[in-house]
């Protein structure tokens, strides 16, 4: 079945009518995803090649059963696509968008986990399950379909260690990339939860970064609760302390956040850490 | 965006909170004058948007002019933790009765939300943390616990609350990522001032906030300051192999490569998602510019960034400007194959191409120490 | 607090709504001067606290100053649904294009907040609800919701966006239980215009709001009116037997078992939890002087209430003031032993006391009939 | 057991230090309930009657391991020390606070509802479950322990109603009165799952009043869920319509709302509705 996307999804894209929007949905159903709905509000009743838009999402929803939404917006108007969407019932949120302020996904937040709605990002790639569905903007061609799931904050990192799956012969479940923001709706825990319910997941390929303690928690997590074998790569053995890497979490201060730190702490929870991308789809390859 | 102490003590006075009356200085003369209109004793204090001032020697106290001709001209240029202090404060002296800590930042706990990390008193065990449900906002009860679990004395409760209470305003109207004020101090009077102020803006928020008033490029190494200029995501770091990547995450792991492959990074680059070939080109151009640099990496894996871009952008930056190092390029992902394409139409004596990010990396670290 | 129009107009006004420019007056010349100034035609509307003032005839427009006379002089001591009218508001009369609805109000739904009730166009089929998260407020989403899926036309669909979230702000700045417009116009030129305004403001908030300047006397009934002047929750019924009791649920369900035993009430009157005695005091002299009340039921069931303040309460009220019924007192809970001794050793010739409920309304619509 | 309180009961009470407070938690204490904390900005380290006063809820909760926090703080103060009950993790929250405005009450439901804190109140007597512990104002002297579970938004009327049953021998397990605003923590409908669920509890006394839909969400939750025996009154044959009758929520709007149409929803959904509090308890005593 996979996790958060499959045969089942259908997807509703806000933006569907700009430009990137347009680019990545049509790049979606092409893939074979059920692209069934675009949101803009004003051109309710307008067409993208085929796909309605609607004037909102309820609407959509009510329409085409979408319970998927995908966001593409700016950022200015991003949460409250999010909003919007979680109003409207959808299963998943998948929001793409990058630079959205945190003081307005500081509450989006804490509204989705309260009402209990799963969201991949914000600025985030998406969620590819290889050969059923793909909601974002992963690229396909570097992914198969297998038995191994993949989690990771970052994006092009993220292809990265597909790519190197794929070319070692493994296969992925699914692949999540969930955001780099420091507000993101689902965390390494969450997505690692659901891989260790999901019987077409054999493997777990988790990429952390430095920064927070995250990843320190998903090794408690994992410790506890995960009895499938986990392979763990950390990005930034070489950042340099107090300097953003980037995202807006990847800090290391003072002592802590460091990827040394992380990468034992995954060893300890019995996960087999590599130490570049290479190396953790090896380590991967030589169990699976 | 990190601001200034004055920059961010203005921002807590607009927003209510005490803080001492003082002015900027940018010469040892401006400063002298400014300590002299606002009388003895003054602090002086080094601008710098780093930590550990105080140890650093970059904050004194002057009684007269002659001390704070001499303290104005120690500090001025000196170097803390890399910054070159370039701009002092002048305040008057506080004449302190208590201290504590308070700041607010966005942090994720098991459910999420706006944490105010610590109010200590002098004791550093008087810790207080509360969870602030960003839905929910600051309410009297989470001023309640901090004064009254912080420690604080039942004569400055009220003071310090008040001041949390417009802290608070402020960190969310303002779209602060960390608003920290250390020390909160009473005075012998019995004012309570925020006699620091370590305030981080959200760039993100530049649609709705008046960002521009605080940019000041402070960066006195030069690919810094260039990068600045044109928007880059840049990190000078130590090394001689020059990083350009897409993604965080990605140009991370690259540096990590490289210093796997025997080398080390001359800087972190994250060109981003969707870059234009104007930007490659720009960080091209930066990076190049670094004398440490003695070959280029560029590790572009493609999902946004499509690589047809990320080639047009490579042989535009080889056509307009002199590149003297050798660049290693490699490109994977999104419209990969037209981009390979791109660069072997448009061959350059110094590009070298790679099909894998190890090999890439062992490349770049053989033409920088063969160089 | 139910809210005139012109009272909930203004409030409108304050928070940005576009209303119509008038006046208010009291008599029909200051009317017909208010109209003339105004300039024709002008709307001459009844103020009044209850709906259905159009279909009553409390609504007229006026095209000269003959016709404002003979509208205004019609529509003052107007009866509508038992409101006598006392005051007009005059405004210049609007050229409707398009009307539609807008509410807010706080319900409860399956996941509580606030709900905007409707927002129809013409179409009565044409209503859209959205809920609001009160943690969370009124969002563009909400706006883009109700606009769209409300059927409202394109070239109206930001006019009413802008004033819809207008009047959220409105609804929770001023404390407003209820902020309903009906109709919301589109004028001939094209602008939204708040015709009607229906507010009603929680007076639990008078510690933060200002209500006084709305708590105009209206009540013509003088047990209304002195009620109201002693803070008492009063409502005036039918019947002849007096009803005080402490606690809503108690005194309604009181109501019924008058009823039941074959009388009517004449009144509602709740004294709440912890009455003093004074209170109860004037609630008594409020009853007793209703010139239909021929016998009074007193039902107390103490909690925070207790017996012997009620008692203490009955006994100053007989000895102050003249109470010509008959009261059936029945007294439980909360020291109602305590209570009771007090009533017994203060006798007074009409204080008939009752031990259930039942027994006690039977008693007093006995009383009553027998009077 | 009995619902939301019982012998396992450790109440603090924010505003122990005032007058309504020391009177009813002395009280609710000398009834046999463990009243083990008070709570009083600034009075922290006093006590009342050996009760110790502390200036925080989670210091109270940390010191005594009280878990119910009952509120007698002025209404402009009440909802800060329900939002403080709830963040400092307590099972249950019974606020007695009358006239606390709407506007604060509504973002209360939200975030207790989001956490899922169960609140009674507010502008409610409490609960009691008689013979063990009472928290809150109701009087305990007409109350007697026995298997009948009572509920209702009055306050007196519920005395009423336990006076009457207690009067034909019926005992109580437990007495919730919920409250009387428009926004209240438990509604019928979430006390009448509780009392299904409740091995202690074999009957149902539900009492209701005009006004809202809640009787009718409560008949149908009962039509479908509820398989003990129900007994109901609604209070208000006699309002008159547009009249609010103490209560914010009880007012007859147009024809909507009325105790006829409530106690006929109820009747179909197989409640024996009597017409006035000593009716309702005939006939509980005539089936127990």
């Given amino acids: ?288 | 965006m990190d601001l200034l102490e004055y920059q961010g003590k203005q921002l807590l006075a607009d927003a209510g909170v005490p803080t001492p009356a003082g002015d900027h200085a940018n010469t040892v003369d401006d400063a002298v004058a400014v300590a002299d209109r606002i009388g003895y004793p003054v602090a002086i204090k080094a601008q710098v948007q780093v930590g550990g001032r105080g140890k650093a020697g970059g904050i004194k106290v002057a009684g007269n002019s002659e001390e704070a001709r001499e303290h104005a001209s120690g500090i001025l240029g000196m170097d803390i933790k890399g910054h070159t202090v370039l701009r002092l404060w002048i305040e008057p002296a506080a004449e302190i009765a208590a201290e504590f800590y308070a700041s607010f930042t966005g942090m994720v706990s098991a459910e999420g939300g706006v944490e105010i990390e610590e109010v200590a008193a002098a004791n550093p065990d008087a810790i207080a943390r509360v969870h602030i449900d960003p839905m929910l906002g600051f309410h009297p009860y989470h001023a309640t616990n901090l004064v009254y679990r912080g420690g604080i004395p039942a004569e400055h409760r009220r003071g310090v609350s008040e001041v949390l209470t417009q802290m608070f305003a402020a960190f969310e109207s303002l779209d602060a990522e960390l608003l920290e004020v250390n020390p909160l101090i009473v005075t012998t009077s019995g004012d309570v001032v925020a006699l620091d102020a370590k305030v981080t803006l959200d760039e993100n928020a530049e649609f709705r906030q008046e960002l521009e008033r605080f940019r000041e490029i402070f960066a006195t190494d030069p690919q810094e300051r260039a990068a600045k200029e044109k928007g880059l995501n840049y990190i000078k770091l130590q090394g001689q192999v020059g990083v350009i990547g897409n993604g965080a995450g990605l140009v991370m792991s690259t540096l990590d490569v490289v210093a796997q492959a025997g080398g080390k990074a001359a800087n972190f680059l994250d060109v981003g998602g969707g870059a234009s070939a104007e930007f490659i080109a720009n960080s091209l151009e930066v990076v190049s510019s670094d004398p440490q640099v003695k070959s280029i990496l560029v590790n572009i894996f493609g999902g946004i960034t499509r690589g047809e871009e990320v080639a047009n952008g490579i042989v535009a930056a080889l056509d307009e400007v002199d590149i003297p190092q050798p660049i290693v390029v490699r490109l994977d992902g999104t419209n990969a194959a037209e981009g390979r394409q791109i660069l072997g139409d448009n061959p350059k004596p110094n590009l070298h191409s790679a099909t894998t990010m190890l090999e890439a990396a062992a490349e770049a670290v053989r033409l920088a120490q063969g160089a």
């Fill in chain 1, 1 to 288: 079945m996979a996790i958060y996307v499959d045969a089942n999804t259908k997807v509703v894209v806000s933006g569907l009518t700009g430009k990137e929007g347009r680019f990545h949905a049509l790049r979606n159903r092409a893939y074979g995803t059920q692209v069934v709905a675009g949101v803009t509000p004003g051109k309710g009743g307008q067409d993208v090649e085929g796909i309605p838009v609607f004037d909102t999402i309820a609407e959509a929803v009510k329409e085409t059963g979408a319970n998927t939404s995908l966001v593409f917006v700016p950022p200015r108007f991003a949460t409250d696509a999010c909003y919007e969407a979680a109003d409207a019932n959808v299963d998943l949120i998948v929001c793409i968008t990058e630079g959205i302020p945190v003081h307005d996904e500081a509450p989006l937040y804490s509204y989705l986990r309260y009402r209990d709605v799963p969201m991949i990002g914000p600025n985030c790639p998406g969620v590819l399950t290889p050969g059923v569905a793909n909601v974002g903007i992963m690229p396909t061609e570097i992914a198969t379909p297998g038995r191994v799931g993949l989690v990771s904050r970052s994006g092009t990192l993220t292809y990265q260690v597909v790519h190197e799956l794929t070319q070692k012969g493994i296969g992925q479940s699914t692949c999540v990339g969930i955001g780099g923001d420091p507000f993101i709706g689902q965390f390494h825990i969450d997505v690692a939860r659901r891989f260790n319910d999901d019987p077409d997941t054999d493997a777990i390929v988790m990429i952390g970064e430095i920064g927070g303690d995250e990843e320190e928690r998903c090794a408690a997590f994992i410790a506890a609760h995960v009895d499938k074998p986990v392979f763990g790569y950390v990005a930034g053995f070489e950042a340099p302390p107090g300097k953003k890497m980037g995202h807006a979490g990847a800090i290391i201060s003072g002592s802590k956040g460091t990827a040394q730190a992380k990468a034992e702490a995954l060893e300890e929870a019995g996960v087999a850490v590599g130490r570049n991308p290479s190396e953790v789809a090896e380590l991967a390859a030589a169990r699976m």
